[in-house]
């Protein structure tokens, strides 16, 4: 008897032990606040508030496998989907079950495949590059999805090219209601080339921005268990060679006519090369080419690496963008996954688990150089944003003063989130303080107001 009390308790601590090292269990963002969904509607830039809530309601852990309880709705505001869809972001009510001890496929790789292959850190959905549509030869037309029909399913239409017209800012929309990013989440108007309009009306928000300084955050989790990082890495394996923008080994092959794969496999033909159907329009319009150098990713888009988060390093997939900060294919995974793809949305858990819950540092906020903000326009005369650099796994909170401390308004950056709006269309010209905070870390910032 008291020999099995022992393996309890050691099975126990254990387990423990390892909730707090495994960045599967530790990095989701946790609604702790009660974050609710909103969205946007054509030609209105007022957010529209929703019932349910956003970011990972709960996580469970046992020896094996992560149990994630998601909404699969984001804090940033999503929509309005100016391409006709009609649907907007919906709860799934989903729990994702996913690997604990990821391993790689030794045999024949597994294509990626249509909706979910991985989860965000924020619960929402991974979609990959597909929108089910596909050219059908015996009619010379594109046929699936949206399109109604079955293509050939030998020409796979890109989603990211041919849907753009109907992402969000955050470059996501839902297909029946689950809302997705095919794609890198940061908004539209942060690329260094904008390549979509819509955030002229609504916020330029997303889950994070990018910042070709530090090594990008840790997004989410593949369908196999290995993480998804943003676009910028340590240059080599080993953690050293400062950071860059991890590369996507495929590019578009010198074609005119679609009746071959890269691999000189002849196929049923797809149509001619056109500006109707640009080369970039289809998946099988790119090659693959081996890796050239270490800050290069394999056929699956990625690489066995060391990171902030897997200080002993592991198999990560980037979300690859080119050096304008576009999303670059096959922008997430794929199209085959690296691991034993194990992980699925399930209706319930049936083993015994322990629920994780993170815990507050309770440090006192700081003046910190480590909390990067941008404040735009300054001067300001009408409406003043304040962006978060980085991932936020917790909420900030933005005041503006006065210069003699009186507090003028307020507002929070949502955790998974990255932006806050401060009205000052009716406030005097003069200098204002705008104060930034959390628990733990305080920035405060000037702000010149000039109407």
């Known amino acids: 008897m008291k020999r099995l009390f022992i393996?309890?308790?050691?099975?126990?601590?254990?387990?423990?032990?390892?909730?707090?090292?495994?960045?599967?269990?530790?990095?989701?963002?946790?609604?702790?606040?009660?974050i609710k969904g909103r969205h946007y509607i054509k030609n209105n830039s007022t957010a529209i508030n929703d019932a349910d809530s956003a970011n990972v309601l709960a996580v469970y852990y046992s020896t094996a496998s992560v149990y994630v309880r998601a909404n699969g709705v984001p804090s940033y505001v999503t929509g309005p989907f100016l391409d006709g869809n009609p649907s907007v972001t919906t709860n799934?009510?989903?729990?994702?079950?996913?690997?604990?001890?990821?391993a790689q496929n030794t045999g024949n790789s597994t294509p990626t495949q249509g909706g979910n292959i991985g989860i965000f850190i924020n619960g929402v959905a991974m979609f990959d590059y597909r929108d089910g549509v596909s050219w059908q030869n015996a009619t010379n037309s594109l046929k699936g999805g949206p399109l109604g029909g079955m293509g050939d399913q030998v020409w796979n239409r890109d989603a990211i090219v041919a849907e753009r017209g109907g992402f969000d800012c955050s470059k996501g929309h839902p297909a029946m209601g689950n809302y997705h990013h095919h794609q890198n989440p940061s908004a539209f108007k942060l690329d260094k080339n904008v390549i979509s309009t819509v955030c002229n009306l609504y916020d330029a928000d997303g889950l994070y921005v990018l910042d070709s300084t530090k090594h990008s955050p840790l997004l989410g989790?593949?369908?196999?268990?290995?993480?998804?990082?943003?676009?910028?890495?340590?240059?080599n394996t080993d953690g050293t060679g400062g950071?860059?923008?991890m590369k996507s080994s495929f590019s578009l092959r010198s074609i005119t006519t679609r009746t071959t794969l890269y691999t000189g496999v002849t196929v049923t033909a797809g149509p001619n090369v056109s500006t109707t159907y640009p080369l970039g329009l289809f998946r099988e319009d790119y090659q693959y080419t081996a890796p050239i150098s270490a800050d290069y990713l394999d056929i699956h888009n990625g690489r066995f690496c060391v990171t902030p988060e897997y200080p002993n390093g592991?198999?990560?997939?980037?979300?690859?963008?080119?050096?304008?900060?576009?999303?670059?294919?096959?922008y997430l995974i794929g199209p085959t996954y690296y691991g034993v793809k194990t992980a699925s949305k399930v209706p319930s858990?049936?083993?015994?688990?322990?629920?994780?819950?993170?815990?507050?540092?309770g440090i006192p906020a700081a003046i910190s150089s480590s909390l990067e903000i941008s404040i735009f326009p300054n001067p300001s005369s009408e409406i003043v944003a304040v962006q978060s650099e980085g991932l936020l796994h917790e909420n900030l909170k933005v005041e503006l003063f006065d210069l003699s401390g009186r507090l003028i308004q307020s507002a929070y950056i949502l955790q998974g989130s990255t932006i806050a709006y401060l009205e000052t269309r009716l406030l005097y010209d003069g200098e204002y303080l705008v104060r930034i905070s959390n628990d733990s870390q305080l920035v405060i910032k000037k702000l010149i107001i000039a109407h």
Do not use: M
């Open 221 to 235: 989790f593949a369908y196999d268990g290995f993480p998804v990082y943003g676009a910028y890495a340590f240059k």
């Open 243 to 245: 950071i860059v923008r």
């Open 7 to 34: 393996a309890y308790v050691f099975l126990v601590s254990g387990i423990s032990a390892y909730a707090q090292t495994n960045p599967a269990i530790l990095s989701w963002l946790h609604n702790t606040t009660g």
């Open 314 to 330: 592991i198999y990560c997939y980037f979300a690859t963008v080119d050096e304008n900060w576009n999303s670059a294919y096959p």
């Open 349 to 361: 858990i049936v083993e015994a688990v322990t629920q994780y819950k993170p815990a507050k540092t």
């Open 92 to 102: 799934q009510n989903a729990i994702f079950k996913l690997p604990l001890n990821p």
